[in-house]
């Protein structure tokens, strides 16, 4: 008789808890906030080719060059808010081209080389797109700093080096595809316009690289 007093007790204490345990609300799953918001910052390490670029002057009387450059840069960007992001970039690039616009004009024009080093300040609008990728657009104000040799007007100026330093304006447009939550891959391309008296620089550039989210 013990027994079944016992087993009877433990049997409505048993169906007792799973009503319990079924009627109970669900206990709410902590929500993590997305990668975007966890990590504001973002580092970019590009390779960059700029396979149009030209630098000449509006008077007569000067040397012009016109050819394409390659290089390495880096950026670094900083989330202000759901769309707008602010950075500083720096890059540095081998030039290649021919200098023209030289007095003789029989005179076949020279291979011309140097560096060209540009340290552009962007602001960026970014529109996400899926949960994996973001579109965006910006603009840039930077410095632009060349350093040419065999650029010349005159045939007996041949050999020496021109350096153009001036700001520039340029704009962008990019995409990064998010490979998990903190590195992706970043594609832009832009154009940028300087002018300085009566020297002008522009260029067409194309940027690949890696994002890293911090």
Known sequence: MRLLFVAAFVGCSSLASAAEAAGAPPTPASKVAPAAERYPFELRQLAELTPAHSLGSMSEYTPKEDGWAYGIGAEGMLRLGSLVYVGLGLSVSAMHGKSTGMQDQTIEPPEISGWLWQLPLVLELGFPNV????????????????????????????????????????????????????????????????????????????????????
């Open 131 to 214: 949960e994996w990728g973001r579109f965006s657009v910006g603009a840039e104000l930077g410095v632009v700093n060349a350093s040419v040799k065999n650029m010349y007007y005159r045939a007996e100026d041949r050999g020496g080096t021109f350096t153009y330093d001036a700001p520039f304006l340029g704009l962008r447009l990019g995409y990064v595809h998010w490979l998990s939550d903190r590195i992706g891959v970043v594609l832009n391309s832009g154009v940028r316009l300087s002018v300085e008296d009566t020297w002008i620089y522009s260029s067409l550039g194309v940027r690949l690289g890696v994002s890293w989210r911090l």
